[in-house]
C-alpha cells in the first residue's frame, strides 16, 4: 500500500515537471538552467543549508515548488539544540530586516537524514542535492562521513566552515574556516575520499575570506560558496536585560543573515571574483538573497548559483516562482540566452578609489512637477550635507532647487526622496579627460578647490 502511495505520488510529480517545462518554452527564451561543476539544475535558485532543509517533508516541498536544489541542513556529530533559536532586527515598519539564529547543525540521527536524502534524490533526480558535512576534527570521521552521504546520493558536498556559534566551542565551524592552514588540511582530508564534487562554505567573520578561500583551492576543493552568518547580537529585551533570543535568562552572539547582510556578502564575493587563484573555481553566492533582482546582482559578481534561507523562511517556498519568472523576464530583455552570458560581468567594474575618474562629476536636478514639497532634501543637505539646496517659501508649500555651483553630487537628497525620479542625477563633467587620484598628485593639481 505504501509503495502505491509512493508511485502515485511519482507520477503527480512528473506530470508537474512536465506541464511547467513545457509552459516555460512557450513563454520564455531564454534559458536559466545552471550547471555547477556538472550538477545540472533546471534553475540557478538553491535552498541553503538552514532549517528549511532539515529533513525530507520540507525539501520535498521545495522541490515542488521549484526550487532548483537544495543544500541539506549540515550533517555530523549528534547535537542537541536549545529553546528558543531565533532573534531578528526590523527596520521602517518592515519585519525582519535581519535575521539572528542559534541552532546547530542538524540535531536528527544521521541515519534517518541519509535515508530521506536517498529518498528524495530518488524523486527528484534533475535537482541539485547538495549535502553539508561538519565532521569531527580528524581525517577518519571526515572520510567515514564522506562515504555515508556519497552511499546516499548526494551530488555534492559543502563544507561548513562557517557556522559561528556552538561548534565553534568544539573547534569547528568558523574555527577552521578562521584558520587558513586548519582550512586547507581539512579540504585536503576531504578530497582524499571524496568522489563527488566538493564546494567550502567560508565564514564573513574575518578581515578578508581571501587567505581561508585561496587555503581551500589550495587544498583541492572545486568550488567555494559564501558567506555564512555574522556573529551578531541583535537587541536587547528592555524588561528583562536579556538579549536575543532569550534562553532561560541568558543569550549567546548569533549567526546574523537576511536582507541587511546582502552588501557585506557581495562585497565579500567580489573579492574572491577578483583573486587569481579563487577567481579560478565555481563560486555559490548566499547573503540576503530575497528577489530575483539580488540574485541577478550576486551573478553579476560571479557566483553561478545562489542559495536561499531567510527570504523563504519569512515569505514560504513559493517565492522561487517570482525568482524564476523575474530572471527569466530580465534575461529576455536584455538578450542573454543562457546564465553564463551574464555571470561575472560586472566584477571588472569594481577598482581601486584611487583609479576612479575625478574630473567625472555630476549635479542633482528636481522635477518640479514630481516634488510633493516635502522638504526632506532640503533638510538632510542643509543639516548634514552640502548646503545645495535652495528653498523658496511659498503658500501653500515650499519650492526646493539645486545650487548647481555647490552641489558635490553626493547622491543624498535622490536617496531620501520619497518619490521615485523626482530627483535625478545629471552628468556634468569638469574636464573631457580622464584622471585618477595618482595621477592628479602626480601632475602637482590643487588639492582645495573650495
Request: charged fraction near 20%.
Amino acid at each position: 500500500m505504501q509503495e502505491a502511495k509512493w508511485n502515485i505520488k511519482e507520477s503527480s510529480i512528473n506530470t508537474i515537471r512536465a506541464i511547467r517545462a513545457f509552459v516555460a518554452n512557450i513563454i520564455f527564451m531564454a534559458n536559466i538552467s545552471a550547471n555547477f561543476l556538472g550538477i545540472k539544475s533546471p534553475n540557478p535558485f538553491w535552498l541553503a543549508s538552514a532549517p528549511p532543509t532539515d529533513k525530507k517533508i520540507n525539501v520535498l516541498r521545495a522541490y515542488e515548488a521549484g526550487w532548483g536544489g537544495v543544500v541539506w541542513k549540515t550533517l555530523g556529530s549528534q547535537v542537541k539544540n536549545v529553546s528558543s533559536r531565533y532573534s531578528s532586527v526590523d527596520y521602517g515598519g518592515h519585519r525582519i530586516m535581519g535575521f539572528n539564529n542559534i541552532e546547530l547543525i542538524s540535531d536528527r540521527p544521521l541515519d534517518i537524514n541519509l535515508k530521506e536524502i536517498t529518498e528524495v534524490v530518488k524523486l527528484f533526480p534533475d535537482r541539485a542535492m547538495i549535502v553539508s558535512l561538519m565532521a569531527d576534527n580528524d581525517r577518519n570521521s571526515w572520510h567515514e562521513l564522506i562515504k555515508k552521504c556519497e552511499d546516499a546520493g548526494a551530488m555534492g558536498f559543502e563544507l561548513n566552515f562557517g557556522c559561528p556559534h556552538g561548534m565553534t566551542e568544539r573547534g569547528m565551524g568558523a574555527a577552521v574556516g578562521q584558520d587558513p592552514h586548519i582550512a586547507k588540511m581539512v579540504v585536503e582530508w576531504v578530497m582524499e575520499k571524496a568522489t563527488i564534487p566538493v564546494i567550502t562554505k567560508l565564514t564573513p567573520n574575518v578581515h578578508s575570506v581571501v587567505p581561508t578561500g585561496r587555503a581551500a583551492v589550495e587544498g583541492g576543493t572545486n568550488a567555494l560558496s559564501l558567506i555564512n552568518t555574522i556573529q551578531s547580537v541583535t537587541g536587547i529585551d528592555l524588561n528583562t536585560l536579556v538579549p536575543n533570543p532569550y534562553v532561560a535568562g541568558k543569550s549567546v552572539f548569533g549567526g546574523y543573515c537576511g536582507p541587511a547582510v546582502k552588501p557585506i556578502a557581495l562585497k565579500m564575493l567580489t573579492t574572491l571574483a577578483q583573486d587569481d587563484l579563487t577567481s579560478k573555481v565555481p563560486i555559490s553566492g548566499i547573503g540576503g538573497v530575497s528577489t530575483w533582482k539580488d540574485a541577478v546582482e550576486f551573478m553579476l559578481l560571479g557566483s553561478t548559483t545562489v542559495q536561499v534561507c531567510t527570504a523563504a523562511m519569512t515569505h514560504g517556498f513559493r517565492i522561487v516562482e517570482d525568482m524564476c519568472e523575474g530572471l527569466n523576464n530580465w534575461m529576455d530583455e536584455k538578450g542573454y540566452k543562457t546564465i553564463n552570458d551574464f555571470i561575472g560581468k560586472s566584477v571588472e567594474k569594481i577598482t581601486h578609489w584611487e583609479d576612479l575618474d575625478i574630473n567625472y562629476h555630476h549635479i542633482a536636478k528636481i522635477n518640479q512637477d514630481k516634488c510633493i514639497h516635502c522638504g526632506l532634501c532640503y533638510i538632510t543637505c542643509e543639516d548634514t550635507s552640502h548646503q545645495s539646496i535652495n528653498i523658496e517659501k511659498g503658500n501653500p508649500y515650499n519650492t526646493y532647487t539645486i545650487k548647481e555651483d555647490d552641489c558635490v553630487g553626493c547622491n543624498l537628497c535622490k536617496l531620501v526622496c520619497p518619490v521615485d525620479s523626482c530627483i535625478t542625477m545629471e552628468e556634468h563633467r569638469v574636464a573631457p579627460e580622464y584622471i585618477n587620484w595618482k595621477q592628479w598628485q602626480e601632475q602637482g593639481l590643487p588639492l582645495n578647490n573650495h
